[in-house]
């Protein structure tokens, strides 16, 4: 069971440490880590924007710097003023800087359309995991059967059931289709829901939209029902929108839980509890680093409202430089001011390139004998399906590995291209897939793609 | 129960409700908030050096500025060659940037005289607490009266009843000797240790040195004496030496815990478990906002270790700007290097300035009949003892405050100032404290310490 993506490296660990003591030498001259959603450490560059008010912020001499932009110094004043002693240095309230939260509250307002958004009910966070485990931890109570169920897709990202492992709550699988682009299926929620019934007390059901590691995007039928399901079921939404950002197909558009549950109706919108998720780690900026993310959450009640601010005061407060990051995520420069058109061109070349690389990685994969790959319909990864003769699965089970497991180590081994197997992201027994980023360079992730297809094809020769 | 520093803030907000409400004029101009450890808020200044570092991480076109000092430019192109992509934005291990947890071993060594410390046993965290909720969920374990007793100090910083009763751990309470300058005595370690064993299974001693909220610096026959009885008893050392720099009384001095333990031979050194915390927000550079933070592990068994880095993957990585922080308060600038005369100035004009207030503090409290205060050897707090008139516990009985509580909020309602009821931290029944930042600039302390006198001695004249 692989618990968090940093876990992901250890294959990497175990290999090197493995040839260290053998004396052996590597087929390759390079690692390639396509196993972490982390674009600068891929040569991604920082939005220029971004990092000038955060310096500025930081280094407050530099506002009279003429080689600063005044857009980019406007919003260096304005986040220290909303800082005690107008310092980065100064604890904020654990909720957040209130005018960051402010400007979190007009980004999903304009983001939606004009649904009203309340900067009260924004809780900035350290990334959006931290909000996530936060969330749910308020939420899990109760033993034996009336320990706490939280429904999470299959494939999954880990760090859902490395959370509900630690809070010691019952994971309740619902798959979703691959041979449909990976969609969701109510029929499948209300299965997965029904059978959980009998051993746990469900009460919380996450999504991930666009989503890790399956790349699909929902349409705003599949929310509806979603959303319909939840209120019928009483159920908490916790929707994970990280890569809100990341929309590559045609006929494919984001749409917020948020939005269409107020387009449902005071009913609904008044009623089901919802939490969703944003990070300055993904979309086009990629600051992984600052750990800067916010978390909207509504219709929560007080009694619990007053738990989660209890528990997120107790870290005192997330870091100040991501929320400041955070702010330019939400408030980016706009038409008519001296940064927009820089900001819109770095912006635009990074979702442009990942638009392309999603494309690519779909055909070359598919043009290879046993791989399948779904449309990479949003967010940064492949999770392709592999077949694994069966020849090779008795000399994984041998070696006391998870098939695609050993399929991952000797991809590693031969061509040093790291990604993950699907077993780490859970998927339907008897299959087998491995999740890659498409964060490399084109032309690296061309080579790279070619690689894996002779690798395949020499694997499923020794092994047929 | 006060459950973090930011609840200290709490009083203040419900006084404001009720002025609001009430349509009551305040018998002040300005709220002085003396509650919370946090100096730039309280208008001290950033150490120059260290934010020019942060602010060239941050956005690495400043290397080419002349404005900015080559030994800045040198510790910043140092950092970002450790991290992915040479930028603050990716991913870092979750233990922290090598080169920088390399640096906090080289700080030890110089701190301790030569004691070595190994970089694999430095953690980075997002500030001490982050560190020290860590080590606590690892070390906790068991139900009914194999639950785990974590031993702490009382007074305490409230962090830790917080995250004992969140891992539903047993808080075992030791009583710091107020009439001997809030000395810690190892006989009363025994007593509370004794009486604990009855009913759970202490696993964990707590030190807090210098002390927060008493100030008191222990000296080197104390720290034997505890460690001595943690090699007896076999129970892991946890050690919050976030306030290694302030030390201000004459005569006292900053042991650190594993310097000591290493000088008392290898028995010790060997076998005694240790986790030592240090911080960006404290000392001289008082960095709260960055959440920068290590804690050094020693003698950890290799399964404990395990889970901890397990735990620690979880949350990706401590903010990269706080880590950047951290270095430069581990490897700031050295003798003959450009920026050192600035930085030693400023460093001392902070610690200059905070020795003389906790003197300044000290011996006006000592002059209002009805208080007494200890000296404060070290930290950034006064926690003076406040005699309660009987007239005034029962007012506050029939308001059902603890009538600490109801003296800190008549101090706020009639004087703007907010300091923290002592029930919030511990203290022996019957006695009553408050614990009060000695972070303003002083005069505007001498004004507080003032109003504090004339508050005091009418309160005394009211429940006489």
Redesign the interface.
Known sequence: MC?????FCKPIKIYWQYCIRNGIKKPFTEVIKAN?G???????R?ITFL??V??LC??PN?LD?P?FPEDAKERARRILQG???N????????QGINCIREDVASYIERRDGGVPADPDNIYLT??A??GI?AILKILVSGGGKSRTGVMIPIPQYP?YS??IS?LDAIQVNYYLDEENCWALNVNELRRALNEAKAYCNPKVLCIINPGNPTGQVQNRKCIEDVIHFAWEEKLFLLADEVYQDNVYSEGCQFHSFKKILYEMGPEYYNNVELASFHSTSKGY???????GGYMEVINLHPEIKGQLV??L??????????QAAMDIVVNPPVPGEESYAQFIKEKESVLNNLAKKAKLTEDMFNKIPGIHCNPLQGAMYAFPRIFIPSKAIEEAKAHKMAPDMFYCMKLLEETGICVVPGSGFGQREGTYHFRMTILPPVEKLKILLEKVKDFHIKFLEKYA
């Open positions: 618990h968090s993506q940093h876990n972490i982390d674009a600068h450490a891929m040569g991604q920082p990092r000038q955060v310096a930081t280094y530099l710097s080689s800082c005690g002693g310092s980065l240095g100064s604890y904020t309230a654990s350290t990334g995991s931290d485990s760090l490395a959370a630690e900026m990629g600051e992984c680093g600052y750990r209890k528990l005061s107790v870290r005192l407060c997330p870091p100040v430089s991501g």
